[in-house]
């Protein structure tokens, strides 16, 4: 038997170039001619614009152009939103690429210079003189929804863009009759997803060929390449995308922004490449930030624990305009999935999707899921904390059973696999929780302040199906896409609809191509992120890129495979049916001839001296896939945590994540997904958030203020996994990438306010700065009124 | 406005023109094409723009081209190639420290400066010690492993008689004791 390489923990081949300074980031990207584009953004949340005199800028040296919202309202179609959720009466009024009449949010765009150099861009951003008149601004979603709040559009009443309701079972009944009822209002804080590498692009316009060509920090660029040429009013075959090498996105380099346009634009009219790169003050101000909900949830059962409902009622803040898949979010990603692991028959959800006065919110790692997730896990702990039982017991009762999947919840969706109680039992294993709770009781007697969190959580993601995605309104397929070519040496070039940006695909799909061919991994190329050479595709976020395209690039391989197949079997003058591949060759069964290896036959193929009848010449095959359903990750994570009670600071003394993201291609990639998805997660938890002022003012502009995670703050992680496989594609696996942040905020909170219960603490809304614990210790203590 | 600066960078000299106000990281990059140091903010937190100067690390958003000149300048792409990797370099690839890679050339050098001050750094140190460089993909965990794996074969390679893989060409003798990490 060959050696296979799926479940091999082998060295990245992406690596070499990245750790040697090799590698090309949008902002690397250098075109003869080139020129720098600025971008001046609006200092106030919201305002009418009075009066803009740009030419004090116009005059100064090196500058080339700049435009006014006025200059290209009419030559460029509004950003639009591609998230149409239905049945909500989604309102989505125009989103200018710069404004010309209002601005919405600290940061909206006003206008653009560009120049002969970085420098003099920025200098003549100075030069700009624009008068605005501030209107009344509001940043808190639910406060925005309510009458009398300062309109950010005059076309939506009240703020609200829809109220998008998921309901299963009766609720109403459920509540009405319950034992127990348990509710809580809970804070999601709008965060920045800070990707290392800001947003930045590259526009080329050859007025020769009319083709523009645009290198973007895009997760998707075939959703890049569709919506620029709307918004340019090009047509879509001379629009090409090249995303290079991306520095990580985490949702935030999903949606198409006003920036791609106007750069477009630019090097349209000057006949010269037009290059933008964010500095970060501008990422955390123009670039999306993600959650920003205030929630109103409850949940009801029986004295015994069994949970009979779940409601909620969510205002959840879309930012000045609907963004990419701003409507998506808080919707289909976060109401569907509301049952997580468990049996609840009841459930009813009211989404108030809210625009306020700051920057747009669309995907961010978990998108929807973290938010369900975490107040769904933090009701499971008030539910157990008011009837007494021990949290894992409760869990454990309302768990799906393992041998109930497929299993349809009452939102409707249906589970592919699952084994939620294995899960669980593994964690509980590998951490002694009644061990545990003795050294707690001790420590609470010496008036230390010691808990533990443990969650579980299912989540869904590898969409599509794309029949599915038209139904819930996504402007876009959900397919994925791969073309596997192989040379006349044999040597094999994969052109894929995705665009991996950090998550390792460029091996792990070399390591199922090779498999396939009998090949080693070096054989193998992946190519990626250019709308010239690869099939059409969706992307790579929401966790689907393994799922989905991987599975594309398992059946296009085995579609030349099979071809291959046919021409070793001419060559060696034997039935097809005869032929087997084994240890890396084409064999005739029973025979003991040599055999054709993979190489062999390719270079027989490209040749084409020698084919069998009604073969054609070549080998290369493209499969698009679109998966049956979704996939359903899960798993269960456990935390320990000591709080000092004087100072509320969170000390994490163990974290042990159980996850099931099916068979691993590469163990070593996985874990590695586990780790940052945690990391971000408890990043969430502890000291992540963007904050606004009361007049939309951004506080946390700068890395400075926002407190993204660093080494010396985070702890080691312990990782293992149960394998439970999808029946939904050919690999058998889900997906990975957002699996560790889903469960991380809540376990984290969930540890800290089981330490703190002693005092009465139910719930601390998160971050859990050292600042707020110890307000909630103080307020607990009746010292802080 | 411009003034000539001569640089010396991984070992060879370079005479630029350069804006007096002209940081050393954009010279490196827009001048010199060096593109392997990254900008990750403006506020000099993220450290993706860590070089090694006389050695020592340090963010080079945070000086000024005219200042570093006379210092020898070290960046990702002086201190190994693909086929010749620093043992830093290997040990990122074989304990997968890196995930989108933007970090990355930036906290190998800050590992190069950390590991040539403590060769046999414990988690905690190295954890403080590469504090100045964010990441966002990896959650820090497989940098501490490739950090340590590092320093084993660094002091492996120390010990052993065979010829050891050449050091980066302008790291420098620092007084043992003397904290590492970014130059702010």
Redesign the interface.
């Known amino acids: 038997m060959a050696t296979t390489l799926f479940g091999s923990g082998i ?2 081949r ?12 949008t ?2 990207v ?1 075109l003869p001619g080139l020129t720098y584009a600025a971008i001046l953004r609006s200092p106030y949340a919201h305002a009418r614009i009075t009066r803009i005199d740009v030419s004090a800028a116009k005059a100064a040296p090196g500058v080339l152009a700049v435009y006014t919202g006025a200059d290209v309202k009419d030559r460029l179609v509004p950003v639009p939103c591609a998230w149409n959720v239905p049945n909500c009466d989604l309102k989505t009024p125009p989103h200018p690429q710069l404004a010309y009449d209002r601005v919405r949010y600290v940061g909206d765009g006003v206008a653009m210079v560009v120049a002969e150099s ?2 003099a861009a920025r200098d003549a951003l100075d030069l700009i003189e624009v008068d605005y008149d501030p209107l009344k601004a509001g940043v808190d979603p639910e406060k925005m929804a309510k009458a009398g709040a300062p309109q950010v559009h005059a076309e939506v009443p009240n703020n609200v863009a829809f109220t998008w309701v998921v309901a299963g079972g009766d609720a109403e009944k459920a509540f009405n009759e319950a034992e127990v009822k348990v509710r809580q209002r809970i804070l999601q804080n709008r965060l920045a997803p ?5 947003r930045a692009a590259v526009a080329s316009y050859n007025r020769g060929t009319g083709q523009l060509t645009l290198w973007a920090t895009s997760q998707n660029p075939h959703i890049h390449r569709f919506v620029c040429s709307v918004m340019l009013k090009l047509p879509e075959h001379r629009v090409r995308v090249i995303a290079p ?4 996105g ?1 949702g935030s380099k999903i949606p198409v922004y006003a920036d791609e346009a106007l750069v477009g634009l630019a090097a349209m009219d000057l006949g010269r490449p037009v290059k933008w790169a964010e ?3 501008e990422n955390y101000k123009a670039t999306i930030h993600g959650r920003d909900h205030v929630e109103h949830v409850e949940m009801c059962g029986t004295r015994d624990g069994k949970i009979t409902g779940l409601r909620t009622t969510i205002y959840a803040g879309l930012g000045a305009y609907a963004s990419t898949c701003g409507p998506g979010i808080p919707t289909i990603l976060h109401g569907l999935i509301y049952s997580g692991p468990y049996t609840i028959p009841n459930i009813h959800g009211t989404v108030h999707g809210v625009y306020t006065t700051a920057t747009p919110v669309d995907a961010y790692r978990g998108a929807g899921r973290p938010e369900a997730t975490y107040l769904l896990e933090r009701l499971v702990d008030l539910f157990a904390r008011e009837i007494g039982m021990d949290p894992v017991d409760v869990r454990r009762k309302n768990f799906i059973p393992r041998d109930k999947f497929p299993y349809t919840v009452a939102t409707g969706i249906t589970y592919d696999s699952g084994n939620y109680e294995g899960a669980l039992d593994k964690a509980l294993s590998l951490f002694d929780l009644k061990r545990f709770r003795q050294e707690q009781a001790e420590a609470r007697k010496q008036g230390r302040y010691l808990g533990v969190g443990l969650v579980s959580y299912v989540e869904i993601c590898g969409s599509g199906p794309s029949q599915v995605a038209g139904a819930v309104g996504l402007g876009g397929g959900q397919y994925d896409s791969a073309i596997v070519r192989v040379y006349p040496t044999g040597m094999v070039r994969v052109y894929i609809g995705g665009k991996p ?4 695909e460029e091996t792990t799909f070399a390591q199922i191509v090779a498999d396939e061919f009998g090949y080693p991994v070096e054989n193998v190329e992946i190519v990626a992120g250019d709308t010239e050479t690869t099939p059409q595709g969706w992307g790579t976020y929401g966790s689907r890129t393994t799922a989905v395209c991987g599975s594309a690039v398992k059946v296009a391989a085995q579609r030349v495979k099979e071809k291959a197949k046919k021409i070793a079997a001419h060559l060696m003058e034997a039935n097809e049916a005869d032929v087997e591949f084994r240890d890396g060759k084409f064999v005739v069964r029973g025979s003991p001839g040599e055999g054709k290896s993979f190489a062999e036959v390719a270079t027989m193929a490209n040749l084409a001296w020698n084919m069998p009848a009604g073969v054609e010449p070549g080998l290369e095959a493209a499969a698009f896939f679109d998966p049956s359903n979704f996939v359903y990750p899960f798993g269960t994570h456990v935390c320990t945590v000591e709080v000092n009670p004087d100072t509320g600071e969170v000390k994490i003394l163990r974290y042990v994540c159980v996850d099931d993201c099916g068979p691993h291609i590469n163990p ?2 996985v ?2 997904q586990i ?6 997660g408890l990043g969430e938890a502890l000291q992540e958030m963007v904050v606004y002022d009361e007049d939309g003012q951004l506080l946390s502009g ?3 203020d926002y407190a ?7 702890p ?2 312990e990782t293992a996994f149960t394998v439970t496989p999808t029946p939904v594609n050919p690999l058998g696996v889900k997906g990975t990438g957002e699996a ?1 942040t889903i469960p991380a905020a809540a376990v984290l909170v969930s540890a800290v306010c089981d330490a703190l219960a002693p005092l009465g603490i139910r719930h601390i809304d998160k971050p859990l700065t050292p600042a707020r614990v110890w307000a909630a210790i103080q307020q607990a203590k009746g010292g802080l009124q | 406005m411009k003034r000539p600066v001569t640089l010396t960078i991984n070992g060879s000299s370079h005479t630029v023109a350069v804006e007096p106000r002209a940081l050393l990281v954009h010279v490196l990059r827009d001048d010199l094409n060096l593109t392997g140091t990254h900008i990750g903010c403006d506020t000099s937190q993220c450290g993706a723009c860590t070089v090694l100067i006389d050695g020592r690390a340090v963010k080079s958003c945070t000086v000024l081209a005219v200042q570093a000149e006379g210092q020898q300048i070290t960046t990702i792409e002086g201190i190994g190639s693909a086929d010749r990797l620093h043992p830093v370099q290997a040990a990122f690839w074989e304990k997968h420290g890196l995930q989108c890679g933007f970090c990355t050339p930036g906290m190998i050098m800050a590992a190069i400066d950390l590991l040539s001050a403590n060769p046999d750094p414990s988690e905690d140190e190295i954890r403080h010690g590469i504090e100045g460089n964010m990441c966002r993909c990896t959650g820090y965990q497989n940098i501490v492993a490739s950090v340590r794996a590092a320093a084993e074969a660094m002091r492996a390679s120390k010990a052993a008689p065979a010829p050891a893989p050449a050091p980066p060409p302008t790291q420098a003798a620092r007084p043992a004791g003397q904290p590492a990490g970014a130059g702010v």
Do not use: N
Request: hydrophobic share 35%.
């Open positions: 060295k990245r992406e690596d070499p170039r990245l750790i040697t300074g090799m590698a090309t980031y902002d690397d250098k970085r420098a800070t990707a290392m590498e800001a090498e991306v520095g990580g985490f500095d970060r003050s940006h950090g998550q390792g070593m990639i874990q590695g780790h940052g998805g945690v990391i971000q700068t890395m400075m993204v995670p660093r080494a010396s703050q985070m080691r992680l560790g």
